[in-house]
């Protein structure tokens, strides 16, 4: 097989896999775009030099560290910045490029490890090519790259031994004979859920799974009086899965450092970066060294200085530690394998020597018993003698059956012969020993082979039983067709009020989310650094929303969005609080008449939830204005004003006196807080509260207590003129934990039945958010509301379960076509298309020849209401029969006429529900 390509050249990035097929020579660099094409023009045809010239005997750096430097110092002088001639940097970069190669063709050739001396060396090696000297004020930033090269080598091989430092600890675990109960899923999913501790206790699992040494017992992580090595075994996640996570962590700051150069060649990059992903590096290289010396009961040869007086050291030192560290770790992980590796095979020895005399036993006893064979040896005798043919014939043919049963049986036996260790422990010796027979050497190779095999052992399901994300949840086809009937409640209400739909990307750039939550804002999922944007999930559909109307200049516009949104909260499945879940927002947007949209968004909040099967529900109403006015007039400080709004909304579900503990932790005096009480624990029908306020006084000459007040009067009454201000509490205690609300605020609440499930819809004004991700001064005002369909889905479930006797089943079609008689396939196929071509919902059995009682009793099931069926006799007439289970009638029908007639049943066409229930309810209100 050929070496791979590394490119190198302008606007070129590599990557630490890369650098480190370079270091072991599967891999070769070459030119790359703009590069190329400027070597090529200028006809500079070198091919590097013959030989290193060092003009001192000094410190050298590796063959995998020379290797590695070179290539990088090869990749930043491409960029164009360390030399500032186009031309002579595309043909430094070729003559880099040379160096490597002959750094790999030859591994006793090393480049000397002072920066000085190394730019001397290329210098004096390119002499006389038609290269540009490398001039000495380059030497910080040689210094720069030979550290990063020395780090990323380390780091990246370090990371190519995690992938099978589980299956060498696992092979000790067979060895040890430990309790595999220790890395049962209880420890790492649930009760520690550190991901790549995780990940190791699931390999070591797979691996060992079906062990008769490493067995399952109930020890779990209780070991206090286990031996040191076995300990370490026991541990092993706990130690490996970190180690893991900091060398992946450190790879990636390591890899962005590589593509990162020097502005020019006079400048210098701060080494800290390189610093702290080393020193990372080092502590993940003694934490995993420790535990392989550990697990083997010999010592650990860790360079301890690196943790001892690492900040006073240089960073040339910490690397040279770091790379003598890792050749320990590899070492000692190799004699830990064959260690394991050892065990297995004399035990597998043995095992197979107690099998063979077993069986020689079994057959010795066998021969004693029954010696008819041996008596009978003499004199050949014909055992057919006087048989027909045909007689003799079946006689060697059920020989014959019973010969390959008996092999057949064998071969099972043979197969399900209990092996002594896990269903991957064999298959990974095999894999470890693939490359030598002299003992186990951790190569590219192996390492591939190991962790493919550790991959297809993981995919076959016996690491764990299959479990959903926390806070989620799967939705079964009944649920379904629930949810669906939610979501054609909601858009219809959305449609009928002139509303247009948008969407939104589920991810928004980081900065977009935060600062607007307050403290929920620490709910907001954020999404893994991939080296570019910082991005999180967003949290809402209103500040996406905002976003939106800024970038895109819509002006009015009232809008609505059904979409997932993700949050970070401890969820309660059985009160509908997930992690993710949808909410279907309306919004209005610019400008238009005072409390004009408020009263709308209200109004479709009201409409939504009368319309779906929830039973009663309220909305408390309050406005934030006045909120705050009544913590200034009880002399709460302004910057307060928010994580008292915070405590003063638990009010729902805490009593006063906890709501009260909560405000004076937070800061306020007792009678700061008693005065808040006298306001906040107020609630009523709207009009009757807002009287109450304005005859007592309560507010005195307070302007934006007024304001609010006077916003409140005109939004009662066009709710009143809508019909909806029935449903309003007018509640001075709702308070709406996020920020950007600036106005009216309002919350829904089931009040009907045994489900709790808390608030099923909110919203609000909040004018200043769009402004946000505007230019100055430009306000762009919003209000709206949204429904909690997660919560609300949840209360149409109880209820439909409570109507149906505990069963939410619902029939997906109105029509089941069966058939009575043999081969009737294409006959059912084309009833069923006619009912499909009148957009009737129908489906047949699959099927070849399905009985009619069973299909009767799948329709009955299944609650489909009629039964087509179609037979011989009736369809030589053009006729079928169509059962009306509920009914309990049957009805010869035209085939020409089978659509009218069902419909004149009552089945309703896909997608006409609602006009069927319209012209229903028009029909019942003229009767009356």
């Known amino acids: 097989m050929g070496k791979r390509a590394v490119l190198i050249g302008k606007g070129r990035r590599i990557v630490i896999d890369e650098l480190i097929a370079l270091v072991h020579g599967s891999a070769e660099l070459d030119l790359y775009g703009e590069t190329a094409q400027i070597v090529e023009e200028a006809g500079f045809a070198y091919d590097g030099p013959t030989t290193l010239i060092v003009s001192s005997d000094g410190n050298k750096l590796s063959s995998a560290g020379s290797i590695a430097s070179a290539s990088i110092l090869c990749l930043a002088v491409a960029q164009g910045r360390l030399i500032f001639s186009k031309k002579e940097s595309a043909i430094a970069t070729s003559a880099l490029i040379g160096v490597v190669r002959l750094l790999q063709s030859d591994a006793s050739l090393q480049l000397p490890a002072d920066a000085g001396e190394y730019l001397a060396c290329l210098n004096a090696s390119l002499e006389g090519s038609g290269v540009c000297t490398f001039p000495t004020s380059l030497t910080g930033v040689v210094e720069r790259i030979v550290n990063l090269a020395i780090s990323a080598v380390v780091a990246g091989q370090t990371r190519s031994l995690c992938q099978v430092v589980d299956v060498i600890a696992a092979l000790s675990a067979e060895r040890l004979a430990v309790d595999v109960s220790a890395y049962a899923d209880t420890y790492y999913d649930a009760l520690r859920p550190h991901r790549e501790s995780s990940t190791s206790a699931t390999t070591m699992r797979a691996i060992l799974n079906g062990s008769q040494m490493a067995k399952l017992g109930k020890q779990g992580l209780r070991f206090s009086n286990e031996a040191e090595p076995a300990k370490a075994v026991l541990n092993a996640p706990q130690q490996l899965g970190p180690a893991r996570e900091a060398v992946k962590a450190a790879c990636k700051t390591l890899e962005l450092e590589m593509n990162c150069s020097e502005p020019d060649g006079q400048s210098l990059f701060d080494e800290t970066v390189v610093r702290i992903a080393t020193l990372s590096v080092a502590g993940a290289i003694a934490s995993l060294l420790e535990g392989t010396c550990a697990r083997r009961s010999t010592s650990n040869d860790v360079d301890g200085s690196l943790t001892t007086d690492a900040q ?101 036996k043979e197969k399900k012969k209990v092996s002594l260790f896990g269903g991957g422990t064999l298959p990974v010796c095999t894999a470890l020993c693939k490359e030598t027979s002299s003992g186990v050497v951790l190569n590219e190779e192996v390492v591939s082979e190991v962790t493919s095999l550790v991959e297809k052992l993981l995919s076959g399901g016996v690491q764990r039983k299959p479990k959903i994300a926390k806070g989620t949840r799967d939705y079964l086809p009944e649920q379904m067709m629930i949810r669906d009937q939610a979501f054609q409640i909601i858009r219809r209400v959305f449609k009928r009020h002139g509303a247009v739909e948008i969407d939104t990307p589920v991810f928004e750039l980081k900065d977009t989310l935060t600062g607007k939550y307050g403290e929920d804002s620490k709910l907001i999922y954020d999404l893994a650094d991939q080296g ?76 939504i939830l009368s319309s779906l099967p929830i039973g009663d529900f309220g909305i408390k109403l309050n406005h934030r204005r006045l909120l705050d006015a009544i913590l200034d007039i009880c002399g709460v400080e302004s910057d307060k004003f928010r994580t008292i709004c915070s405590a003063v909304d638990k009010l729902d579900k805490e009593p006063w006196e906890v709501v009260k503990v ?104 909040y004018d200043n958010l769009v402004s946000m991700f505007q230019e100055a001064g ?100 053009g006729k079928c029969k169509v059962k009306d289970l509920a009914a309990r009638t049957e009805d010869l029908v035209s085939l020409d006429e089978l659509d009218s007639f069902l419909r004149g049943k009552g089945v309703v066409a896909v997608g006409c529900e609602f006009a069927a229930e319209e012209a229903a309810r028009l029909s019942a209100t003229n009767l009356n």
């Not at 040896?377 to 043919?397: H, P, Q, R, T, V």
């Not at 949104?565 to 401890?570: E, G, K």
């Not at 509490?729 to 489900?755: H, K, P, Q, W």
């Open 312 to 412: 006073s050291q240089s960073l040339s030192t910490i690397c040279s530690m770091c790379e003598h560290n890792y050749v320990q770790l590899k070492s000692s992980l190799e004699a830990e394998a064959d260690s394991g590796i050892e065990f297995v095979r004399v035990e597998t020895k043995r095992a197979e020597e107690e099998a063979k005399t077993k069986e020689a036993m079994k057959a010795a006893k066998a021969s004693s018993v029954n010696p008819k064979e041996s008596a009978n040896g003499g004199g050949e005798k014909d055992e057919f003698a006087g048989m027909s043919e045909e007689k003799k014939a079946k006689i060697l043919k059920k020989r014959a059956e019973k010969e390959a049963k008996a092999k057949a049986k064998a071969a099972a």
């Open 532 to 607: 570019g944007e910082l991005l999180a999930l967003r949290y809402d559909l209103t500040v996406p929303f905002a976003r939106f109307i800024a970038l895109n200049s819509v002006g009015n516009i009232k809008r609505f969005h059904i979409g997932k949104v993700y949050r970070r909260d401890q969820p309660v499945l059985s009160k509908g609080r997930y992690r993710e879940f949808y909410q279907c927002d309306f919004d209005i947007a610019g400008t238009y008449g005072r409390m004009v949209p408020d009263s709308e968004a209200v109004c479709v909040a009201c409409e």
């Open 662 to 765: 909560e405000m004076i932790e937070k800061g306020l005096k007792g009678d700061v807080a008693d005065k808040i009480g006298t306001f906040v624990l107020q609630k009523g029908e709207p009009w009757e509260m807002y009287n109450s306020l304005m005859d007592s006084k309560i507010f005195g000459n307070h302007k934006a207590a007024n304001e609010a007040m006077e916003d409140l009067k005109i939004m009662f009454g066009y709710l009143e003129a809508m019909g909806k201000l029935k449903y309003i509490s007018f509640d001075l205690s709702l308070a709406r934990g996020l920020d950007y609300y600036t106005g009216v605020i309002y919350e829904a609440v089931c009040m009907s039945g045994n489900t709790q499930v808390g608030s099923i819809g909110g919203g609000g004004r």
């Open 778 to 877: 430009k306000v762009t005002p919003c209000v709206g509301v949204s429904v909690g369909i997660e919560r609300v889905f949840t209360l149409m479930e109880a209820r439909l379960r409570e109507e149906q006797g505990g069963s939410i089943k619902q029939a997906n079609v109105k029509v089941l076509v069966a058939s009575v008689g043999a081969n009737m396939m294409k006959e059912r196929m084309k009833v069923t298309q006619l009912l499909w071509n009148a957009n009737i919902s129908a489906e047949f059995s699959q099927q070849e020849n399905p009985k009619l009682k069973y299909e009767l009793a799948d329709a009955l099931e299944r609650g489909i209401p009629f039964m087509v069926i179609v037979g011989e006799d009736e369809l030589k007439e």
